[in-house]
């Protein structure tokens, strides 16, 4: 009974393998992306957070003002996300075991997480640019 059982669970499974490694590697392209974009918008702009601590910004201001220009794209696409995937719902219900398909508790806690990469991806760029020497940025070109 249990290799039966085994056999007629074999496809399903193999899905759900597939599904899940296939958004790991979008998570990753993802996280990569977000880094990339966050880190060379901060290197175009070294000019100017160099003249911003020159002047006498404080660091944690230049890291939050980064930080929250770079959060609010990804806040955008996270609501956008959201939506698509309620709309998805109906599609993944029949594959959906024992889990209701507006479970809450998944949702939330996909969206924290993926707020809290967007915040990792944002923040480490940011406090690069912050820790700038104003007179090398100031002659960076």
Known sequence: MPELMSKAV?????????????????LLLTIVGLYGVVAYGV???TREIGIRLAVGAQQ????????????QPALV???????????MMRMLTNQLYEVRPTDPSTFSLVAIGLLLIAFAACFIPARRAAR???VVALRYE
């Open 43 to 45: 290197t175009q702009r």
């Open 132 to 134: 700038i020497d104003p």
């Open 77 to 87: 696409g996270l609501a956008i996300g959201l939506f698509g995937a309620f709309g």
């Open 60 to 71: 944690r201001k230049v890291i939050a003002m980064i930080v929250r220009q770079a959060m």
């Open 10 to 26: 074999a496809r399903p499974r193999f899905t759900t393998l597939l599904l899940g490694l296939f958004a790991a590697l979008a």
